[in-house]
């Protein structure tokens, strides 16, 4: 059989040859106590990417979102964000769970945004009957509405709003490279408008393990504290930062052929029978499908391409999301397109 080619999400990448070089060559120290100097060059690095002060190296995005809004919100204070965001749809509820945060989800838009006025209606008033609106969360790249990118016009709408209302603003950034490079933008001008960003090195920018927390110098080492209350306080953990630096030095411009790959990959599917499609919203590497055929479910072919070697995710019974990456090439998408020609053919 042919090498696997995994489709499923980003998160499979693997660490690149320079990645495991330097996790092997890696100056380590204790980091709960401050003493990794490659995680500390980390943080320095990230921080001054997003353009904040300050950054914290934690294991994971679902961690870095948590230790943001239980940094942000006290217990009963609330929280806006979207109904189809990752925070409120794939974290377990974390930060209602163990923060005792009110989750106040409105409507996502198609392209991934929060319509302003709606984030306005759902702002609370002052009243004893009600919790404190503390905050607004968004996510950029937009998971599921198809890796669709928040522009910096809409982000200083938000601000605007915000700052009308006393609020803080948090992004969930797991995949704001992709944003930056769709757009061809420094990132800084994606995240300038919010006080907090994450972001994530094990997704696109193919580290093995870990995200950032970036944002003002007192927000970061409250969030140190709320890390180590969570168990993420973490010893000689430079030999992963040293794959997060190499992703940011060397993995982020070439984001860009992720994107080529996943318009290849929709165009070629809109023309397939069978698959519904719109190659014109495909903005960065991640896109959705839907499956029109008399006979078979999205589970039902996927099944079968996985007999043929590739890995498909199908998010409910009749769509894809599809998601390229460090290890998919032109010549991956133009098998896979040939494979499920066979399959839905057949």
Known sequence: MERVIDLRSDTVTKPTPAM?????????????WGDDPTVNRLQEVAAERMGKEAALFVPSGTMGNLVALLTHCRRGEEVILGDLSHTFTHEVGGASALGGIVFHPIPTEPDGRLAPERVEAAVRPVDIHFPRTRLICLENTHNRTGGRV??????????????????????????????????????????????????????????????????????????RRNRKMLGGGMRQVGVLAAA????????????????????????????????????????????????????????????????????????APRRFRFVTHYHITAEDVDRVLLLLQEVVAA
């Open 150 to 223: 928040l522009r910096p016009d809409y982000m200083r709408q938000v601000r605007a709003l915000a700052d009308r209302h006393g609020l803080a603003v948090h992004l969930d950034g797991a995949r704001v490279f992709n944003a930056a490079v769709a757009l061809g933008v420094d990132v800084k001008d994606l995240v300038r408008d919010a006080d907090t960003v994450m972001f994530c090195l094990s997704k696109g920018l193919a580290a093995p393990v870990g995200s950032l927390l970036c944002g003002p110098k007192e927000f970061i080492a409250e969030a």
């Open 244 to 315: 997060g630096l190499v992703a940011l030095e060397q993995m982020v411009d070439r984001l860009a052929e992720d994107h080529a790959n996943a318009r290849r990959l929709a165009e070629g599917l809109a023309d397939l029978p069978g698959f519904v499609v719109d190659p014109s919203v495909v903005e960065t590497n991640i896109f959705m499908a839907d499956v029109d055929h008399p006979r078979l479910t999205a589970r039902d072919i996927a099944a079968r391409m996985r007999e043929k070697g590739v890995l498909l995710y199908a998010i």
């Open 20 to 32: 495991r070089e330097a996790m092997y060559r890696a100056e380590v120290g204790d980091d709960v």
